[in-house]
């Protein structure tokens, strides 16, 4: 691009945004869009070679000197703002052009979403909101019904007017951007189909019900609330000031620095009473439009439905069954179609001897298949696919499992919760004990405490000290000096025959950083105690947790 196209002179800039659009119509149009996405996506400020990279990352690639050029032509039309920063520059090089960092304008975000979202993008049908029609009139009617009695008053309104006034024109906001071309997109639904057939009474039908029923939606509609906003139009100042007055940005609509939001201004309402006139308004309008199309609709839309039925052998077979009794070509249909034909055989050459003017499948000579085809052609046989396994049993059998064992684990939390310390617990109990006693080893102590929970079962570990608490299994032993264990429920505390066994002893402060835990087979006969666990101590195995 040559200088002069790539700077637009001063003298045929325009004093709005127009010029802002400019980039679409380029003949570099496509480099231009994307570096615009790049920027209306990026969340912070980039450099021309963050540009370049990320041009580069979606497919596109430029040099950097290019990408700097079509930055500032960007930057000249408005569409992008730079920012160079100086205060932290140590070299010249850090103030070069290449070095700024640049940002999407509020203009050329506009603009790229609008490109974006309408020139880009695929133009649906979208259904025309009767529920928010419905909610502006009976919205209306309330406001007429509080209002239309009394004197205009801002001491009148309260919360409920409020929410009422926004509720209106948000759904009107809703139902307008719906109307918007919707006859149009109606018609040229049909429009995009050549129709040559008769039978398309269902959807001929189901589209002009629509039409028809939204066309007496608009009309009912529109007359309800004209009717209402006769009756408020002595409240459209005093409404749009309190409009403005609930809003958390009045200072700055009062001061000109924002426009208030639709509501906030008495031509706001103006124009609603001009969108629901009841002979130029624009439902009106729409009303009339709808009408005028359907007999268009009514001869447009007969390919539409004979297309969109499903070819599925039934209906094939039928049509080649209809196509059959055409008088004239029906026998050369039928041989067509269920004929013995060559090109639909996989088969060498005949034999001379062979006097069928095809050989049979059986019959014929062998043909070599490749090796390709051997190993990744289709084996198995045409049609629909094999129905998955059913393996409904074997996920009744894991959910049993499951349930068995999690009533198992119940069953042992309750009995150690029920057990104090010391005593011995079955094997299953004592699992679930030693794993709440291992989490709480390996917690933090918080005074003489050290308190963690497993799988619905806390522990706390008391440090006394002196003495050596114990966590008795049939087979085997958990040694706790100078500490003892006790097991409640998560957030609550220790039951009472658990605390009598604290009962007499100090408590201190756990100073050290790990508890220290010794793990010793139970003695096979004698009754238990640290002095028979002491003549063991060469089977045991101590660690810290």
């Excluded at 299953?428 to 933090?444: D, E, G, V, Y």
Aim: neutral net charge; aromatic residues 4%; charged residues 25%.
């Amino acid at each position: 691009m040559a200088p002069e196209e790539e700077k637009p002179a001063a003298a045929d800039r325009v004093a709005d945004a127009r010029e802002v659009v400019g980039y679409l119509v380029r003949p570099e149009a496509g480099d231009y869009i994307a570096i615009m996405d790049v920027l209306e996506g990026s969340v912070t400020d980039l450099t021309v070679s963050e540009v370049a990279t990320a041009l580069a990352a979606g497919g596109l690639r430029l040099d950097a000197r290019l990408v700097e050029k079509r930055l500032d032509v960007l930057k000249d039309i408005g569409a992008a703002s730079v920012r160079s920063d100086t205060s932290h520059a140590r070299r010249y090089a850090e103030i070069l052009a290449r070095n700024w960092r640049y940002t999407a304008s509020p203009a050329g975000r506009h603009v790229q979403r609008f490109y974006r979202q309408v020139l880009a993008g695929t133009a649906t049908v979208r259904e025309i909101p009767i529920v928010s029609l419905n909610r502006i009139v009976s919205h209306l009617e309330q406001l007429a019904t509080a209002l239309g009695a009394a004197e205009p008053d801002a001491a009148h309104f309260d919360a409920a007017v409020l929410d009422a006034v926004s509720a209106v024109f948000t759904s009107h906001d809703d139902l307008d951007a719906a109307l918007v071309g919707a006859e149009d997109a109606l018609v040229g639904l049909a429009d995009r189909f050549d129709l040559d057939e008769g039978r398309t009474n269902d959807l001929k039908g189901l589209l002009v019900d629509y039409a028809t029923r939204v066309a007496a939606e608009l009309d009912s509609g529109s007359a309800r609330a004209a009717a209402a906003l006769v009756v408020l139009q002595p409240w459209f100042g005093l409404l749009a000031q309190a409009a403005v007055d609930a809003s958390q940005a009045r200072d700055l609509i009062t001061a000109g620095a924002l426009s208030a939001s639709r509501g906030g201004r008495a031509e706001d309402w103006e124009g609603l009473c001009a969108w629901f006139d009841a002979r130029t308004g624009r439902a009106a309008r729409f009303s009339l439009r709808l009408v005028r199309a359907l007999p268009g609709m009514h001869a447009n839309l007969r390919r539409l439905h004979s297309s969109a039925g499903t070819a599925s052998t039934r209906s094939r077979a039928l049509a080649l069954a209809r196509a059959v009794l055409t008088p004239e070509i029906g026998v050369q249909i039928f041989q067509a179609a269920v004929g013995d034909h060559s090109w639909r055989k996989l088969y060498g050459r005949a034999d001379e001897d062979d006097t069928g003017r095809n050989p049979s499948w059986r019959g014929g000579p062998q043909v070599p298949v490749p090796t390709l085809l051997r190993t990744a052609g289709r084996s198995g046989p045409r049609g629909r696919g094999a129905a998955p396994r059913d393996d409904a049993a074997a996920r009744a059998q894991v959910a049993e499992a499951r349930a068995r064992r999690q009533a198992e684990h119940e069953q042992a939390v309750v009995a150690v919760l029920a057990s104090v310390p010391g005593q011995q617990l079955g094997e299953a109990a004592a699992r679930a004990a030693l794993a709440a006693l291992m989490a709480a080893a390996r917690s933090a102590p918080v005074g003489p405490r050290r308190t963690a929970a497993s799988h619905g079962l806390a522990c706390t570990l008391v440090h006394t000290g002196t003495g050596t608490g114990m966590l008795s299994a049939p087979t085997w032993h958990v040694l706790l000096p100078g500490r003892l264990p006790l097991f409640h429920q998560p957030g609550r505390r220790p039951t009472t025959a658990a605390l009598e066994a604290l009962a007499g002893l100090a408590v201190a402060d756990d100073l050290s950083a790990y508890a220290t835990l010794r793990i010793t087979p139970a003695p096979s006969t004698g009754p238990r105690s640290l002095r028979s666990e002491t003549a063991h101590a060469d089977t045991r195995q101590e660690g810290a947790a």
